[in-house]
DNA sequence: CTAAGTACCTGTCCGC
DNA sequence: TGCGGACAGGTACTTA
C-alpha cells in the first residue's frame, strides 16, 4: 500500500501531534508483526518512553524515543498507523494499540498481516533489515541522475524492477513508479542499461514530479490507505496510468494497457510510452 | 554477485 | 448464491 508520498504524509501528521508524549501502555494483539525483539520485551522496552520525533527513510516510519530507542513501523502492503482522539473499540484489524499520556492512542492496523514493527537500541538498527541498504531518498540532494545511471551499468533488468528495488532508490513502489515512467515517457519493459543519458535525467526528475504530486495530495487511497488521522489520500483522482487499464490516456487518448512486468501489474501508454528497444 | 521464484496473509472481485 | 481462482499498494528468503 503505502510508498514514500503515503508514508510521508502519515509522518507530517503525527510528528507534532506525538512528539512529547509518553508510551503508558503497549498492547500487542497480533505477536508475529513484531520484528524485534519478541513482544514482551518489546512493550517492556516501549514502556513509559517518550516520543522525541517522528522521522522516515524510504518506507519505513522511525519514531525517536527516549532512551535511545527507535521505534520502526514499515506497513508493507495494508498498513496503516492512525493517532485515535476519540475512544475506540480495537477492530478485526487492530494489531497493535500504543497508549498515550495524553489519552489518545496510536493503533497500528493491518489487513494482511504484512507490517513490521521494531523497538531498536542503536546497535540493533541492523535488524531492520531493509533500512540500512536502502538507496538514495528521493527529493533530497542525495538523489541524482548519475547515481541511478552508475547502478544500472551492472545490472540486464528492465527499468521497472530496478525503480522497485529500494536498495538502488528508496521510497517507490509499483503506482509512483508506473506512474514515473509515464511521465518521463519510458517504456517499463527497457533495460535500464540502455537508457541515455538525457533520459536519466528526465526519469529522475519524473519520480520528483509525482512523487511531489502524491504528496500534495495527501497520498493515493485504493482500499487500505489512511493518513495519519484517518482519512483518505486523493491522488488516485490524478493518476496517469495506474489502475487505469482500458481508460483512455490523458495525454494522447490512446486506451492504457496492463501487462505484467518484474512478475507486477503495470500500467503503461502504449503510444506515450516509446518503445522496448529503442 | 545478480536474478528469479516463492512465501508470507486476508479480502475482493470475476467468471462459471 | 456459492465457489474456485486470480490478484492486490511490499519485502525477505531460497534457489539457480
Request: net charge positive; glycine share 8%.
Amino acid at each position: 500500500m503505502p510508498e514514500l508520498p503515503e508514508v510521508e504524509t502519515i509522518r507530517r501528521y503525527l510528528a507534532p501531534v506525538l512528539a512529547g508524549q509518553r508510551i503508558v501502555k503497549t498492547q500487542v494483539l497480533l505477536p508475529r508483526q513484531i520484528a524485534y525483539p519478541a513482544a514482551e520485551d518489546f512493550t517492556a522496552r516501549l514502556q513509559d518512553a517518550t516520543i522525541l520525533h517522528v522521522r522516515r527513510r524510504g518506507k519505513y516510519l522511525l519514531l525517536g524515543l527516549s532512551a535511545d530507542l527507535t521505534l520502526i513501523v514499515h506497513l508493507r502492503m495494508t498498513g496503516s498507523l492512525v493517532y485515535e482522539q476519540e475512544a475506540f473499540e480495537p477492530d478485526a484489524h487492530t494489531r497493535v494499540i500504543f497508549l498515550l499520556s495524553s489519552g489518545n492512542a496510536l493503533v497500528f492496523r493491518d489487513t494482511r498481516t504484512f507490517g513490521r514493527l521494531y523497538a531498536l537500541y542503536p546497535h540493533e538498527l541492523a535488524e531492520a533489515k531493509g533500512l540500512a541498504k536502502l538507496g538514495p531518498e528521493p527529493l533530497t540532494p542525495s538523489f541524482t541522475a548519475e547515481a541511478l545511471m552508475e547502478q544500472a551499468k551492472r545490472t540486464t533488468i528492465a527499468i521497472k524492477p530496478f525503480l522497485l528495488d529500494q536498495k538502488r532508490v528508496a521510497g517507490l513502489g509499483n503506482i509512483y513508479v508506473d506512474e514515473a515512467l509515464f511521465v518521463a515517457g519510458l517504456h517499463p519493459q527497457r533495460r535500464a542499461s540502455s537508457l541515455r543519458t538525457e533520459e536519466w535525467q528526465g526519469l529522475k526528475e519524473a519520480i520528483e514530479v509525482v512523487l511531489r504530486a502524491g504528496l500534495a495530495d495527501g497520498g493515493t487511497t485504493f482500499r487500505d490507505y489512511r493518513n495519519g488521522s484517518g482519512g483518505q489520500g486523493h491522488h488516485q483522482e490524478h493518476l496517469w496510468v495506474y489502475d487505469r487499464e482500458g481508460q483512455p490516456c490523458r495525454r494522447c487518448g490512446t486506451p492504457i494497457q496492463k501487462i505484467v512486468v518484474g512478475g507486477r501489474g503495470t500500467h503503461f501508454c502504449p503510444h506515450c510510452q516509446g518503445e522496448v528497444m529503442p
